[in-house]
Structures are given as C-alpha cells and as structure tokens.
C-alpha cells in the first residue's frame, strides 16, 4: 500500500507532497499515487525521537530476560514517538528486537565495561585497567558501532567518586575503538572522570555533572558530545541518601553535582558542545520518558527548537540515520502544529509511522 503525506517535513517549513513507498519516503509521485491513502493533510512532520541513552533489558530488579518483557520496554518508547534508541549498555543480548517491524530500532553499545566492582552488579563486564583495551575489542563485536565504559563510581576505600581506569588507560582503549571504527561513550558523574574522558578523545560523556566551565573548548573542539539525562540526575538525592551513613562525602558531592546540573548542561550548550537527548531508561527509571527530557532540557535553559532538533533529525544523523529525505526509511511523526514551538504537541502525535507502518492512530 502506498500513504500519501502533504505537511511541512521538518527542519523544512516549505509545504510539500511524499509517498511511503515499500517503507520509504518518495518525494516525486509514484505510478500508484492516485490510490495512495491519505495520512494527513498541512500537517507538521518530523523524523522519530532518538532516546540516545537508555537500556532494554535492564529494570530496576536487574535483568529482563523475557522477550516479552523486553517488548514491552520498546514499545513504551515507540508509544512516545521514540523511533530510534541508542542503548548505552545491556547485559542481555537484544538484537531479536531487529526482526520486529513494530518496535524502534536499536543502536548497541555492547555490555558495559567497568572497573572490578566499581559499578552495579552483573550489570558489566568487569576488568582491571590491562584488560580495558581487550574487552574494548569484544565489545566492539557485538555492538552497533558504539562501545560503553564506565569512567567513574564510588570508591569504598576513598569514601568518594575516583575515575575507575587511569587516563592513559582510558586513551588507549579509545584510541583502539576509533581504529576498529566504533564510537565511545563514558559514563561520567565527577570532574576527574570528565576531564579524564575529553583528554582520551572519547565521543560522548554520558550524565557530565562534572563537565566544568574549564573543559567545554577543549570539548567542543574534541567532538565530544553530551547526553545529559536530567531526569536521571533528578535521583541524586536519593543515591546520596542511601551512601549518607557511610560515605558522607560521596553523599555531598553528588548533591553537589546535582545542584549545578542544569547550568552545566546550559554552559555545555552556550559553548557550541552537541547537547543529546536520553533519559537512562531501564534502571531506576521506565522506558517512555523522552519528552519529559526534552521539558527537562528547556527547564535547564536550552531553547525548545534546538532540543526537539537533537531529540530528532541531527540525533539522527549523529547516530548515522537519515532525517526526512528522499529514500530514507519512513520513520516519522504527524503532528497538527508545529513541535518546536510548543512541548505539549509532542504529546498529541496524529500518527506514528515506524518502517512505512502507521502504529499509532488518535
């Protein structure tokens, strides 16, 4: 069946005419046009949400293993418009969710790897710093081009955040993931770890609560990008509650880190660094919750027209996907007004189209 489309296809306000053809956008009229179904008319159209950071299979009582359970995760974040994720880590194998026209597409970044424990339980694969650039290598072989470690975490013996692999280590694995062709994002919570991960060359410092004012050229001029995930941080009290009692100053630096999360991630803007959308769905927060990230990020002081853009097309692209072209696959959402003017039309999508398939309808 061939769909017909007339709406503005964002970031182009121009009006104009599609068809979805066998799962692909055509801007030029097909034979079968005249039977085409209609799917709206002087509509706004804009490429799917990407969540840049979150994990299927993974809840906040650890493992999903069920597929159904898995499923279900997906389709939270397809039922929000999400048509592409980027999951920074799963230890559970997810590539099943490729043979599934009706969920988002997924982006892996293999298992986590992380310091011998210094990070959630059976979460990661754990290694000391010799074994970094190693486990890069079979990380890099079963993900989508992107590799993820874990560049901070408490330190028992400090009673403090302490980066987990010494900065030298941690260039070295990077330099060997950009030789194999594969991207790196860090998780990062503290200064050090920040700072560590814009001198090793990373691509993308997940959280960087500790992405000060004295790092954001080096950044910026690095590539590296950030993907924040305000609503993730907004638990930060509650983790400093839990390690109060034993790790008093842990437990006051990540308020501390909290406190000025949002003029860091506002600094990190103002300064030309990509800012990305992710929510870290999967842990100790549901899948679903893009939107309430983008509202986080504009509550933080970055403009809404540039946020839907990196929640959406130039998301997108920096994950390698097309935005609304000629032959790109026809993953897009319908709107009756304009996204980047308003947060709450993000909410009332007309349809969700995923692979040239309606799979939300009003």
């Given at each position: 069946m061939?769909?017909?489309?007339?709406?503005?296809?964002l970031p182009?306000?121009?009006?104009?005419?599609?068809w979805?053809?066998?799962?692909?956008l055509r801007?030029?009229?097909p034979?079968a046009a005249?039977d085409a179904?209609?799917?709206?008319?002087?509509a706004w159209i804009?490429?799917g949400?990407v969540?840049?950071?979150?994990h299927v299979?993974?809840?906040p009582s650890?493992h999903?293993?069920?597929?159904?359970?898995?499923?279900?995760?997906?389709?939270?974040d397809?039922?929000?418009?999400?048509?592409l994720?980027?999951?920074a880590g799963?230890p559970?194998d997810t590539?099943?969710i490729?043979?599934?026209?009706?969920?988002?597409?997924?982006i892996?970044?293999?298992?986590?790897?992380?310091r011998?424990?210094r990070?959630?339980?059976d979460?990661?694969?754990e290694?000391?710093p010799?074994?970094?650039?190693?486990?890069?290598?079979?990380q890099?072989?079963?993900s989508d081009?992107?590799?993820k470690?874990a560049?901070d975490?408490i330190?028992?013996?400090?009673?403090?955040?302490?980066?987990t692999?010494?900065?030298?280590?941690?260039?070295?694995?990077v330099?060997?993931a950009?030789?194999?062709g594969?991207?790196?994002?860090?998780?990062?919570?503290?200064e050090?770890?920040a700072?560590?991960?814009?001198t090793?060359?990373?691509?993308?410092?997940e959280?960087?609560t500790?992405l000060?004012e004295?790092?954001?050229d080096?950044?910026r001029?690095?590539g590296?990008?950030v993907?924040?995930?305000?609503i993730?941080?907004?638990h930060?009290?509650?983790?400093?509650?839990q390690?109060?009692?034993?790790?008093?100053?842990y437990?006051?630096?990540m308020?501390?880190?909290?406190?000025?999360?949002?003029?860091?991630v506002?600094?990190?803007?103002?300064?030309?660094?990509?800012?990305?959308?992710g929510?870290?769905?999967g842990?100790?927060?549901?899948?679903?919750?893009?939107?309430?990230?983008?509202s986080a990020?504009?509550?933080?002081g970055l403009?809404?027209?540039y946020?839907?853009?990196?929640a959406?097309w130039?998301?997108?692209?920096?994950l390698?996907?097309p935005?609304?072209?000629?032959g790109?696959?026809?993953?897009?959402?319908v709107f009756?007004?304009?996204p980047?003017?308003d947060?709450?039309v993000?909410?009332?999508p007309?349809?969700?189209?995923?692979?040239?398939?309606?799979?939300?309808?009003p």
């Amino acid at each position: 069946m061939v769909l017909h489309l007339h709406g503005r296809f964002l970031p182009d306000d121009e009006p104009r005419h599609a068809w979805i053809v066998d799962g692909h956008l055509r801007f030029e009229a097909p034979p079968a046009a005249s039977d085409a179904e209609s799917l709206a008319t002087s509509a706004w159209i804009l490429p799917g949400l990407v969540d840049a950071h979150c994990h299927v299979g993974i809840s906040p009582s650890g493992h999903v293993r069920a597929l159904d359970e898995q499923a279900m995760q997906a389709v939270q974040d397809r039922d929000a418009g999400v048509l592409l994720l980027r999951d920074a880590g799963s230890p559970v194998d997810t590539s099943w969710i490729d043979s599934r026209a009706d969920l988002p597409r997924v982006i892996r970044a293999g298992r986590h790897i992380a310091r011998t424990h210094r990070y959630i339980r059976d979460q990661g694969v754990e290694v000391e710093p010799e074994g970094l650039v190693s486990e890069v290598e079979r990380q890099a072989q079963r993900s989508d081009g992107w590799v993820k470690i874990a560049a901070d975490w408490i330190d028992r013996d400090v009673g403090d955040l302490t980066p987990t692999f010494p900065v030298g280590t941690l260039a070295s694995a990077v330099a060997r993931a950009h030789e194999l062709g594969v991207r790196v994002a860090v998780h990062a919570f503290g200064e050090q770890a920040a700072a560590d991960a814009v001198t090793a060359g990373v691509d993308s410092i997940e959280h960087a609560t500790g992405l000060t004012e004295s790092l954001l050229d080096q950044a910026r001029d690095s590539g590296v990008a950030v993907v924040p995930t305000l609503i993730n941080i907004d638990h930060f009290h509650g983790i400093a509650r839990q390690g109060e009692s034993k790790f008093p100053v842990y437990a006051r630096h990540m308020r501390e880190l909290f406190a000025t999360s949002r003029e860091r991630v506002r600094a990190a803007w103002e300064s030309g660094v990509p800012v990305f959308v992710g929510t870290d769905a999967g842990g100790i927060l549901p899948h679903g919750l893009v939107r309430s990230e983008i509202s986080a990020l504009v509550g933080a002081g970055l403009p809404l027209d540039y946020v839907v853009a990196q929640a959406s097309w130039r998301g997108r692209e920096w994950l390698g996907l097309p935005g609304l072209v000629e032959g790109a696959p026809a993953d897009l959402l319908v709107f009756d007004d304009d996204p980047r003017t308003d947060l709450t039309v993000l909410y009332r999508p007309r349809r969700i189209v995923l692979r040239g398939k309606v799979v939300s309808r009003p």
